[in-house]
């Protein structure tokens, strides 16, 4: 079941990156024809992107940077939940991701998170 967004971490996401997952199978036949399968209708997209977190002022008991761990470590019982957010490619109505990477940092008083995620 998909979680929300922690509401004490902001999403002004930036730094887009992105792409398709492969969509296509490929059959070989002995007679050397190739034939090309779509896997699913539509292909699902990834994205790479950076957020930046606060952490040195703390809001109920936890930094901005404490409450995303918090949630991606609970919440996301450590990635293995989806999660919705607003449609990051239409920037319209919400959708469900998934993080196919542990998310990574740097900085001091202001983290640098580095998260990649997919459509669901």
Known sequence: MAQNWSSYVNKKLYGLGG???ENIEKVNFKSGRTVFYKKNSLPKKKYSLSLDVN?????DGKTEFEWFLYWYEVTL???T???YLEDITTHSGTR??????EPTWSGQKTKTLS??????
């Open 96 to 101: 469900e991701y998934q993080m196919t990477t």
């Open 19 to 21: 792409g398709y997952n």
């Open 77 to 79: 019982a450590s990635g």
């Open 55 to 59: 952490d040195s002022t703390k809001t």
């Open 115 to 120: 998260l990649e995620f997919e459509e669901v």
């Open 81 to 83: 939940q989806s999660f």
